[in-house]
């Protein structure tokens, strides 16, 4: 007699266990398993060999945190940082994944070390995969995860970086396989190891919970061992990680803060919604190889119960709309709706047969489709290989990798440095001893300090006039380091002329040392102009009674200042007059350079000198050069600025040059 639990919804029992024509004993199983763990080893030691860099700036944020916890232990704070929610509570996301890295960067030299373990990393997702492919479909089980490194693009490009989310999909396959396979202790043990490995928390108890909900549809039981082993594994999970309560702080900001601010900040194309055309060309491969299994499997027994199908098929929706949201997900869709195929071909008790049926008529071999298959897949897989080769070059003579370590050398022990958050990861590697302003993600800055943020965000974008003054005092930092070839280049032109910035190292990457010239060159003594005066006002008014555009308070400050910030007066939709007086007691030649924001007006001593109609952006070394003669006595230089209505900055340079 038919157990009735064992009777799938609008299925027929099975009368007794189905015999696999294609099973594997245990030995054979494992035998080839192995085999597909050496060859994965030798795939990605020869993907790697060539270049002694890792793709992915964040895979060095995860080498130095090791580091720093491989000398140190794990600690509270994350030194490396200053402002924002990972400078006051590193709950450290990724615990675990960083206590495994710990070995490859202690017993190596860190940057073999990380190609070591994202090898291994590699080669173990490989490895499950092929485990579960030959539990699926027997022999040819051995083939689906490399087709899947050749067939989809967008699954081995995630495979590349050194990232805790390799880490989340071995543990959510082996999770997923355990339910299946009613495992529930190592089911939570999973659970317990994916909290102190991922952030994601949530989303494998939700998985989970949705799981549970499909078996109970399907069987008509309510297993609720499904959810409550994964929710009490992640929940003691996070109660003993080494930072709590931190790691709950940074769960919510990651997860769910950083919804909130999706829209307004840059925070990468890996989280855009998945293009159609880039999810079809770069996973042709794979969808055409999905085809050709379907088509090959042949009816060969009675249908069997499916909880391997409709666990993977659960997981592989639930990513799949993930997926569409957002690109990253690729990396847990393509081996869950691969085993989700497989596995739904078992249950219905099909076979893979020698032929693949032609959607027409008539049918071909199944090795010479897989080799058709391949032979479609090369041209795009070959392209993308040199992609990844060329972006992951050390360049002639290994100058990327050179320019590493001299800017590494050049950061002084303890710099204060202001770096976009992207670079951060490499510059906590290469340059350790220095103390930069956010990592890994903007949410965690935005978020906390907002103000900190839009100057960050401001300053390499270009907008900010006065990158020194604004890099002192918002971001307390007395340096700057970025990339040039991803900075944008008005960055770059602001500071090399600028007297208070000090260039230390220029290669690929770029440092300057920000501080006050021993003579202050720029003319910052202004007198606000009353609304409706006279422009420029006679020579006969006294302006004794004007109020002055204030300064910072602090010395050390004003020593840094130079660009004239009318904005503080007027905000950022009116003109400001202002009127700076010179009192020589000699006959003097000076020259000026005069680079306003907005459109600007220059007079002196009444004698209109320039009239700027277009913003100007005031960059440094690009503004209006002139020569003045002027004789003892007193001489008045009047300035009216208005907004650039792109920037809305409203201000100017003027300031002493040695020559015209």
Not at 22 to 41: C, E, K, M, P, Q
Request: aromatic share 14%; with cysteine; glycine share 8%.
């Amino acid at each position: 007699m038919s157990d009735p639990d064992k009777t799938r919804q609008g299925e027929s029992p099975t009368t007794e266990p189905a015999r696999d024509s294609w099973a594997l004993s245990g030995s054979a199983l494992w035998g080839r398993t192995s085999v597909v763990f050496l060859i994965a080893l030798a795939f990605f030691a020869f993907l790697y060999a060539p270049s002694p860099l890792i793709y992915d700036s964040d895979s060095y944020f995860h080498l130095a945190v090791a580091r720093e916890y491989a000398e140190s232990g794990a600690s509270r704070q994350l030194e490396a940082v200053r402002f924002g929610l990972l400078a006051e509570q590193f709950g450290d996301k990724e615990f675990l994944f960083h206590a495994f890295l710990i070995p490859f960067v202690e017993w190596m030299e860190p940057t073999l070390g990380g190609r070591v373990a994202l090898t291994l990393l590699g080669a173990a997702i490989l490895t499950v995969v092929g485990y579960l492919s030959l539990r699926a479909i027997g022999g040819w089980g051995m083939l689906v995860p490399f087709w899947l490194c050749v067939g989809s693009l967008e699954f081995i490009w995630r495979l590349v970086r050194l990232r805790a989310e390799l880490f989340s999909v071995l543990i959510l396959l082996l999770a997923l396989w355990a339910a299946i396979q009613k495992r529930y202790l190592l089911l939570a043990l999973l659970s317990m190891l994916f909290a102190l490995a991922y952030t994601a928390v949530h989303a494998l108890v939700g998985l989970f919970l949705i799981i549970l909900l499909a078996h109970a549809w399907a069987f008509k039981r309510w297993e609720w061992r499904l959810l409550v082993y994964p929710l009490l594994g992640a929940g003691v999970g996070l109660l003993i990680h080494p930072q709590f309560p931190d790691n709950l702080a940074v769960w919510w900001f990651q997860s769910i803060e950083y919804f909130r601010f999706k829209g307004a900040l840059d925070v990468g194309t890996e989280i855009e919604p998945m293009r159609t055309d880039v999810l079809l060309i770069t996973n042709f491969g794979w969808f055409l190889g999905m085809y050709i299994l379907w088509r090959a499997a042949e009816k060969s027994s009675p249908t069997r119960r499916g909880e391997a199908a409709l666990t993977f098929g659960v997981a592989t929706l639930v990513f799949g709309l993930l997926y569409l949201m957002m690109s990253r997900f690729a990396v847990y869709f393509v081996p869950l709706a691969t085993l989700w195929l497989l596995f739904e071909i078992r249950r219905q008790g099909r076979d893979l047969s020698r032929w693949v049926r032609l959607p027409w008529q008539g049918r071909i071999r199944l090795g010479l489709a897989w080799i058709l298959c391949l032979l479609v897949c090369l041209p795009i897989a070959g392209y993308e290989l040199r992609r990844y080769r060329h972006r992951n070059s050390p360049g002639p003579a290994n100058e990327r990798l050179l320019d590493r370590e001299a800017f590494g050398e050049t950061v002084a022990d303890g710099a204060r440095v202001v770096a976009a958050w992207r670079s951060t990861p490499l510059y906590m590697f290469w340059a350790p001893q220095g103390r930069y302003i956010n990592v890994l993600d903007p949410v965690f800055l935005a978020a906390v300090d907002p103000a900190a943020h839009q100057a960050q965000v401001d300053i390499f974008a270009g907008r900010e006039p006065d990158v020194p003054l604004v890099a002192a005092t918002v971001l307390e930092s007395q340096y700057i380091a970025y990339a040039r070839a991803t900075t944008s280049k008005i960055l770059s032109r602001r500071l090399s002329a600028d007297p208070r910035a000090t260039l230390r190292y220029q290669d690929i990457n770029v440092l300057f040392e920000f501080r006050a010239p021993e003579t202050n060159p720029f003319v910052l003594d202004w007198k606000v102009i009353p609304s409706g005066s006279q422009l420029p006002p006679p020579e006969d008014e006294d302006p004794s009674g004007w109020p002055v555009l204030p300064r910072f308070p602090d010395p050390a400050l004003r020593g840094l200042e130079g660009y004239v910030n009318a904005r503080q007066v007027v905000g950022s939709e009116g003109c400001l007059g202002l009127l700076n007086t010179i009192d020589l007691e000699s006959d003097t030649q000076v020259t000026y350079e005069f680079a306003p924001s907005g459109p600007s007006v220059l007079w002196v001593d009444g004698t209109r000198l320039f009239q700027i109609q277009k913003p100007q952006q005031a960059v440094l070394g690009e503004g209006m050069l002139f020569s003045l003669d002027f004789a003892a006595g007193e001489h008045r230089m009047s300035v009216l600025t208005c907004p650039d209505p792109e920037t809305q900055h409203t201000g100017f340079y003027l300031v002493e040059r040695e020559e015209y």
